[in-house]
């Protein structure tokens, strides 16, 4: 593994393994890219993707409920979507599944997104320089948009939701990838920190065994467990997309 490793160079790549982690720094100069790959992100990659016009990530029900009301009143089309232990919520348009947001239920429409762990590590990150959105499906334009931003900051955060404030091993993993593609496309110099080695390497891992690393982790045990398992082989697509959606107060867009 450390013949990818350049050294010691002007842009340090980190790996934060939960939003608990993000919180403690202070990140106003910082590009942050935020992956929850089961399932909030990867919702988010496949809703852009299919021709959604914006995602308005919520802290809690009340703000997303009062904020979808206020886009109604406003004329403008809007869903209102989100999970609860992994489950739609009750009223709510939309769940968290990759799934349901096809192009014919998403184009051209807003959506209010409100899920456990994903909206919420997204406005910890509210605070930085650039936040991006990662999941599998993007992995290699992430990679992309990391070169493109090469000049503009010393340090890269790639923040994994987590679950309930807990490391999950599917967000490092998908992590890993994003700094995997960089390195094995690039000729820039980057430098690692320990818990970025440790993210690639658990790439490498499973690197050909995506759909098996899901079942092993605790929170894709969980979704299998309440019959919503069929959405793992959706969420460990790879490159899916050539999105690299970016959060401008508040609003998530291509």
Same mark, same amino acid.
């Given at each position: ?16 393994? &939960? ?18 790959? %089961? $399932?909030?992100?990867?919702?988010? =990659? ?6 959604? #016009?914006?995602? +308005? ?26 999970? #609860?232990?992994?489950? #739609?919520?009750?009223?709510?348009? @939309? ?12 184009? &051209?429409?807003?959506? /209010? ?8 590590? !997204? ?9 991006? =959105?990662?999941?599998?499906?993007? =992995?290699?334009?992430?990679?992309? $948009?990391?070169?493109? %931003? ?6 890269? %955060? @790639? /923040? ?5 404030? $807990? ?7 998908? @992590? ?12 820039? *110099?980057? *430098? !690692?920190?320990?818990?970025? /080695? ?17 079942? +092993? ?20 697509? /790879?490159?899916?997309?050539? %999105? ?6 508040? $609003?998530?867009?291509?």
């Amino acid at each position: 593994m450390q013949a990818f490793y350049k050294g010691v160079s002007n842009v340090l790549l980190d790996v934060l393994f &939960n939003r608990m982690e993000l919180e403690k720094c202070e990140i106003n100069h910082h590009i942050v890219f935020v992956a929850d790959v %089961l $399932r909030a992100t990867t919702v988010m =990659i496949a809703a852009l993707t299919n021709g959604a #016009k914006a995602i +308005l990530p919520q802290k809690n029900g009340a703000c997303a409920r009062g904020l979808y009301n206020e886009l109604l009143e406003q004329g403008i089309p809007a869903l209102l979507c989100g999970e #609860k232990d992994g489950f #739609k919520i009750p009223g709510y348009d @939309l769940g968290n599944s990759p799934l349901e947001y096809t192009p014919e239920v998403v184009k &051209n429409k807003t959506i /209010v997104h409100l899920t456990t762990n994903g909206t919420k590590t !997204l406005a910890a990150a509210s605070s930085a320089l650039s936040v991006f =959105i990662v999941s599998f499906g993007n =992995i290699g334009a992430s990679a992309k $948009r990391i070169l493109e %931003l090469y000049d503009v900051s010393p340090e890269v %955060l @790639l /923040v994994g939701s987590g679950r309930e404030e $807990r490391y999950c091993l599917e967000d490092t993993v998908c @992590l890993g990838g994003v700094i995997t593609y960089l390195l094995e496309t690039s000729d820039k *110099d980057f *430098d !690692l920190t320990d818990s970025a /080695v440790t993210a690639v390497d658990l790439f490498h891992l499973y690197r050909n065994r995506l759909l098996d690393m899901t079942r +092993l982790s605790a929170h894709g045990k969980y979704l299998e467990s309440v019959g919503l398992g069929a959405d793992l082989p959706e969420c460990v697509k /790879v490159d899916t997309s050539t %999105l690299t959606p970016e959060m401008r107060g508040g $609003r998530i867009v291509v």
